[in-house]
Every structure is written in structure tokens, then in C-alpha cells.
């Protein structure tokens, strides 16, 4: 950006925080500017790009475009949109996965995995009651040093560990994830729980009903242990209160930071998540661990706190592949578990993202990438370089989030007023209440561009490969960061390769990568939409050729 159009920005900036009503604090001014320029920047790129014509419609459901840029013709929900009948777990498939190549390809899953405590239970060598006791204790003695979770349900769990262990004995298990420990992010509701979305605003939101997703972990027969901490209102990639188990002088990632953090340190083997412009895949991608943005609509938000109802996606976070796909199933309704196999499904074909959309990317970074790609090709894997305009989806992402999550909060700002939200966050909500309905509807309308080549590139491959951030984990506190030579914002920088995705709604999962200076690095793989079974068969294939990637400092 010259001069020249840094001051027309910074004219555009005043009347749009004018407009909005908002006063600034001298204190904020730099940083809501800063994340207006940032959304401003964006739209500017998304307008130079679209090139929309009138047959090009706005898409509120990404998951109906195809490689032709059109709705899918007569296409009906997928399972996760059907509520699963309350009290039963999804059957188990009889025969195999009816959807891409068998989740065999990862080593054994890792001491305190999820798979391993289900294979626990099962085979009696420990009880549910001793799984939850365990991670309490862990809770207990290591998160005060990670500060993951917001609220402990010890009392609760352990009554419903007992239960799951009557229900064993009698020979009733409940289902795939029958007494294993499990926590849940707080954006999504547990009945009797306060839902505070990390924010004092909601300090007495107490949830009458589980959301659909606990629903189906509690039919499936997991234990829920406790919520974890959120950015507030998930808007946000730091979640304050929440260390990096790696490293404590750096940040977990957000918003599902607490969730990634947990997980990473071995507090639970497994957790959920939510994704709108990387929200999973960022703290994954932080903390060392795996975490899946689903395909939108196919695992269910309903009782979610929204931020965008078009980009946000429920997901999982765990150690490792299977782990994740095993908790995939369940909450997807797609079945009780996956099908292991001794063999290696073939090697994949994978587009590898290149160009200057991808923006500058850490040279220690860019390094573990290129060897992992290496090693894949090595393997037998096939790559090709393939390139997709990022930049513009960028854009799409962010004239839909703001205005979709202005008008999610509007009551209650009106009801409630200011008192409560941060400074940032009304800024956001004020922000988008002065969006233009063409911004918006441009966004929705580039959706479908933009998705159907992104299929159109998977059309002839498995699946397409990018670093999952630019950097590693920043530094706790900093707003500003150097990639490459190019000072960027935080949030900037972390929300700029996973946040293309959430304009297509593709299924997109991230993987540890390896180390760049004792910390991890993710890489993320892009499959179709609707293709997530056969995306976590690529990523086991994937998973197996990595190196071992050593422990975080905080570890239970």
C-alpha cells in the first residue's frame, strides 16, 4: 500500500468509526484502526478481485457449491444436520468405512490417546472412573501453570463415571467413547453450565440443554470434564488467560486455545472446538496438536454461540489422527467409529499452495514444510504447485463475519448495553453494523467462486497442502510481529492462510509439521467438500511420515 492510499484509508477509517458511534480511547486507537484497516484492506482486495458477474449468486451454504460454480441440484442435508434421537448413540457401520481409504496409517496412538482410553475401557484394563480421576488430577496439578479451562465439572464427571461403569458392567456400554474423559469449548452448551463465550457478559448465561454436539458425545458414552477458555466471543487468535504448553511466554492461539492447550499438555485426550476464520487449526497449529475444521453444516452448531452463522464450523482437537477421526464420527452422526486396516492406502496426489497470496511465510517455517514435503515425495506421494486466490477469499471471510456477527449480537447489545464487552469487541459489533450490504453481499457472492476452484483443483487431487500459519506460536503480549522482513499484526498474520477456508467451508485439517526452534509448526490439508472421511485418510498417510516431534515443557 503507497501513501497515497494510506491516506485515503485513514479518511475512510474516520468516517467509518464515526458512523459506527464509536468513541475511542487515545489507549485503543491504534488497534482499532489497525483492525479496521485490516478488514478495510480486505475488502479492497475482494472488490479488485470478484470479477462477479450477474450469474454469480450469493451463497449462504457453501457446502452446495460444486466445480462449476452452481448449487449442487436437488442436495439435501448431509447426517450431521439431522438431530441424532436423543439418548442413542450413531450405529456403527457393519462393514467398512463407506467413504475414503482406511485410517490404518498412523503408528499406535500415543499413551493417554483417545483410541487408547476407549481400547481401556473396553479391554477393563482401567475404569472410567479412574480415566476421569486421572485427568483431574492432571487438571489439578498442571492448569494453573496452562490456565486451559474456565470451569472444572469434577463432582459431575466422576457421578457420571460411575455411571458409565454400572452401564459396563451390566454390559450396556453407550458407545465409541464409552467413559473416556473428553472437554468442550466455551462457546458450546452444557446443561447446568454457564456458556460465557470468554466474556463477562454472559457471567450468567446458564445453558438449560446441551448443545447437539455434547448431545452426541454424551450418547456416545464420553464423560465431559470441563469447558475451556475462549477469546472472547471467539473473535480473537490469542485466548488470554491461556498459555502455550510449549512454551509459557508464548501464546496458545485462538480462539479454541483452550481446547489446543489441553490437549497438548494431556490434561483430556481429547476436545471441541470452533472455527471461523481458523479458530481450531490456529491453536492446533500453535500447541503441536490436530485439530479438524469439518465441512460447514456437517457437524451442527446448534447450541454454538455464533459469530458467523455462514463461516462458523464445530470441530475436534486431539493428539493424532485417529484420535480426531474417531471423534469425527461421532460428532458428525457419520458412525460410531472408524475402520483400522494393517495395510497403507495408495500414496495421494497433493497440490502444494504457492504464490504471492500465500503472503510472507517465516523462512524457519517455510523450512519445515519444504522437508516434510520432501519426505512425502520420498514416500511416494505425488506433489504439483498449485495456487488459489487467497487474498480475495480473505476478504469474502471478513465482509461476512463482521456483518453476520453485528447483527448475532444486536439484542443483546440493545437489551444489555455496552457494559461487559471489551473495547475490541464492540468495536467489531460497531464496525459491522456500518457494513454495506453490497460488501456483504460480494462476500457471499465470491463464495461460490472461490469454492468451485478450489474443487476444480481437487477435481485431479486428494487433497492440497499449506503451512497452517506463517510463524510459530508469538510471543505472549505483542500485537505487531516481523515475518519474512514484513511487520503484520497478530491477528493478521495467524488468520491469513486458515481463513480463506471458512469462505469455502471446506473440510481442512491441521498436523504438526515438526519443530522450528523447539516449537511446532503445522501444516494443513485441504479436502472436497463433503470429503472430510477421505481428507483423514490422506492425513494418517501424511502422519506417518513425520518425524517424532518431542514433548511440550508442560506435560502431564
Known amino acids: 500500500m503507497d501513501d497515497g492510499e494510506r491516506v485515503e484509508l485513514a479518511a475512510e477509517l474516520r468516517v467509518r468509526l464515526a458512523a459506527a458511534g464509536l468513541e475511542v480511547a487515545a489507549a485503543d486507537a491504534n488497534r482499532l484502526q489497525r483492525d479496521l484497516a485490516l478488514h478495510l484492506e480486505r475488502i479492497a482486495a475482494l472488490a479488485a478481485d470478484a470479477d462477479l458477474g450477474p450469474f454469480d449468486p450469493p451463497f449462504t451454504d457453501p457446502s452446495r457449491v460444486r466445480a462449476g460454480g452452481r448449487p449442487v441440484e436437488g442436495a439435501t442435508p448431509g447426517p450431521a444436520r439431522v438431530r441424532a434421537e436423543a439418548g442413542r448413540a450413531p450405529a456403527t457401520p457393519a462393514g467398512p468405512s463407506p467413504s475414503g481409504p482406511p485410517l490404518s496409517t498412523g503408528p499406535e496412538p500415543a499413551a493417554g490417546g483417545l483410541v487408547a482410553a476407549v481400547r481401556m475401557v473396553r479391554e477393563g484394563a482401567a475404569s472410567s472412573v479412574e480415566l476421569v480421576e486421572r485427568a483431574l488430577e492432571r487438571i489439578g496439578e498442571l492448569d494453573g501453570r496452562v490456565g486451559a479451562f474456565v470451569a472444572v465439572l469434577g463432582d459431575r464427571a466422576m457421578a457420571e463415571a460411575g455411571e458409565r461403569?454400572?452401564?459396563?458392567?451390566?454390559?450396556?456400554?453407550?458407545?465409541?467413547?464409552?467413559?473416556?474423559?473428553?472437554?468442550?469449548?466455551?462457546?458450546?452448551?452444557?446443561?447446568?453450565v454457564v456458556t460465557a463465550a470468554g466474556s463477562p457478559k454472559l457471567a450468567g448465561n446458564l445453558a438449560g440443554r446441551d448443545a447437539e454436539v455434547v448431545a452426541r458425545l454424551r450418547a456416545a458414552g464420553a464423560v465431559v470434564v470441563g469447558k475451556t477458555r475462549t477469546h472472547e466471543f471467539a473473535y480473537g487468535v490469542v485466548t488470554p488467560g491461556t498459555v502455550n504448553p510449549w512454551d509459557p511466554e508464548r501464546i496458545a492461539g485462538g480462539s479454541s486455545g483452550g481446547s489446543a492447550a489441553a490437549v497438548a499438555a494431556g490434561l483430556v485426550p481429547a476436545a471441541l472446538g470452533s472455527d471461523t476464520a481458523g479458530s481450531i487449526r490456529i491453536p492446533a497449529a500453535c500447541c503441536g496438536v490436530v485439530g479438524l475444521k469439518p465441512t460447514w453444516g456437517r457437524v451442527p452448531a446448534t447450541g454454538v454461540w455464533p459469530l458467523s452463522w455462514s463461516c462458523d464450523h464445530v470441530g475436534p482437537i486431539a493428539a493424532d489422527v485417529v484420535d480426531v477421526a474417531l471423534l469425527d464420527a461421532v460428532l458428525s452422526?457419520?458412525?460410531?467409529?472408524?475402520?483400522?486396516?494393517?495395510?497403507?492406502?495408495?500414496?495421494?496426489?497433493?497440490?502444494?499452495?504457492?504464490?504471492?497470496?500465500?503472503?510472507?511465510?517465516?523462512?524457519?517455517?517455510?523450512?519445515?514444510?519444504?522437508?516434510r514435503c520432501r519426505r512425502l515425495e520420498a514416500e511416494g506421494a505425488i506433489l504439483d504447485e498449485v495456487e488459489l486466490p487467497l487474498k480475495a477469499a480473505r476478504g469474502a471471510v471478513?465482509?461476512?463475519?463482521?456483518?453476520?456477527?453485528?447483527?448475532?449480537?444486536?439484542?443483546l447489545l440493545a437489551e444489555t448495553g455496552e457494559d461487559g464487552y471489551s473495547r475490541a469487541m464492540l468495536a467489531m459489533i460497531r464496525?459491522?453494523?456500518?457494513?454495506?450490504?453490497?460488501?456483504?453481499?460480494?462476500?457471499?457472492?465470491?463464495?461460490?467462486?472461490?469454492?468451485?476452484?478450489?474443487?476444480?483443483?481437487?477435481?485431479?487431487?486428494?487433497?492440497?497442502?499449506l503451512p497452517t500459519l506463517p510463524c510459530v506460536a508469538p510471543p505472549t503480549g505483542r500485537r505487531t510481529m516481523t515475518i519474512a522482513g514484513v511487520e503484520v499484526g497478530v491477528q493478521a498474520a495467524l488468520t491469513r492462510l486458515p481463513g480463506p477456508f471458512n469462505c469455502s467451508g471446506s473440510p481442512v485439517i491441521s498436523i504438526p509439521a515438526g519443530l522450528a526452534g523447539g516449537l511446532p509448526v503445522g501444516v494443513s490439508l485441504v479436502g472436497r467438500i463433503g470429503g472430510d472421511r477421505d481428507l483423514l485418510g490422506v492425513a494418517a498417510w501424511v502422519e506417518a511420515t513425520a518425524p517424532p516431534a518431542g514433548r511440550p515443557a508442560v506435560s502431564a
Open 165 to 192: 461403569d454400572a452401564e459396563l458392567r451390566l454390559g450396556s456400554a453407550a458407545g465409541p467413547l464409552h467413559g473416556v474423559p473428553v472437554a468442550v469449548k466455551d462457546l458450546v452448551d452444557v446443561a447446568g
Open 333 to 371: 452422526g457419520e458412525g460410531g467409529g472408524s475402520r483400522w486396516t494393517a495395510g497403507r492406502p495408495p500414496a495421494p496426489r497433493i497440490g502444494r499452495l504457492v504464490g504471492d497470496d500465500l503472503g510472507p511465510v517465516d523462512p524457519a517455517v517455510a523450512a519445515v514444510v519444504d522437508e
Open 398 to 411: 471478513a465482509t461476512i463475519v463482521l456483518a453476520e456477527a453485528a447483527a448475532a449480537h444486536a439484542r
Open 431 to 465: 464496525i459491522g453494523q456500518s457494513a454495506l450490504a453490497g460488501e456483504y453481499l460480494t462476500g457471499l457472492r465470491y463464495r461460490g467462486r472461490f469454492t468451485a476452484e478450489l474443487e476444480r483443483l481437487l477435481a485431479e487431487r486428494d487433497a492440497l497442502l
